[in-house]
């Protein structure tokens, strides 16, 4: 069993940067990040995918393109999540996940139950 832990989130005031970790007790094939708003459905973020040890392909969705940056320590298991230019819509609990099966193709990323295995969560606010 894999367990994820999450780090780094917090307050930061609009146009501010954060950067949340997740550190993997195992090696994945699949990490990303979701987040989710109460009462909302939970959203995808970003992921990346080792393909081999240094090819690795990334993928974000359109509202955080541009403004954040997935990454990765292979030796560490851990992946980072470089958020910049912060706007309060970007207010949430940020879920990291990961699939430990193979690789997620790349039209299913955004899928939940593509992942295996989730972090607890960390809050992330942004002020106005």
């Known amino acids: 069993q894999v367990q994820l832990v999450e780090s780094g989130g917090g307050l930061v005031q609009t146009g501010g940067s954060l950067r949340l970790s997740c550190a993997a007790s195992?090696?994945?094939?699949?990490m990303g990040w979701f987040r989710q708003v109460p009462g909302k459905e939970r959203e995808f973020v970003a992921v990346i995918n080792w393909i081999s040890r240094s090819v690795r392909t990334t993928y974000y969705s359109d509202s955080v393109k541009g403004r954040f940056t997935i990454s990765s320590d292979n030796d560490k298991n851990t992946v980072y999540l470089q958020m910049n230019t912060l706007k309060p819509e970007d207010t949430a609990v940020y879920y990291c996940?990961?699939?430990?099966?193979?690789?997620?193709?790349?039209?299913?990323?955004?899928?939940?139950?593509?992942?295996?295995?989730w972090g607890q969560g960390t809050q992330v606010t942004v002020s106005s």
């Open positions: 195992g090696r994945l094939y699949t």
């Open positions: 996940a990961a699939n430990g099966r193979g690789v997620v193709p790349a039209k299913s990323v955004a899928v939940g139950a593509q992942y295996d295995y």
